[in-house]
């Protein structure tokens, strides 16, 4: 993804670390989405499950905060 941001499959979600500007330099966030179906492609139904409360400093510390949720 553009600046430095991710998608990852993993199991039944979809863990997503995003970028936006913040003076701080914690500019990344984490989304969680979930499929719905058993179709687990690009076409696959998904919701929206979680979005991080705290930004972070770089992506890899986005992606560990979704990988540790429920």
Same mark, same amino acid.
């Given at each position: 993804?553009?600046?430095?941001?991710?998608?990852?499959?993993?199991?039944?979600?979809?863990?997503?670390?995003? !970028?936006? !500007?913040?003076?701080?330099?914690?500019?990344?966030?984490?989304?969680?989405?979930?499929?719905?179906?058993?179709?687990?492609?690009?076409?696959?139904?998904?919701e929206l499950v979680k979005i991080?409360?705290?930004?972070?400093?770089?992506?890899?510390?986005?992606?560990?905060?979704?990988?540790?949720?429920?």
């Amino acid at each position: 993804m553009h600046n430095g941001g991710v998608v990852i499959s993993f199991g039944d979600r979809i863990l997503i670390a995003g !970028y936006y !500007y913040q003076p701080n330099g914690e500019c990344y966030y984490a989304a969680i989405y979930r499929f719905t179906t058993a179709d687990h492609t690009i076409e696959g139904k998904v919701e929206l499950v979680k979005i991080s409360d705290e930004s972070f400093i770089d992506n890899g510390h986005a992606i560990a905060w979704a990988m540790k949720q429920k």
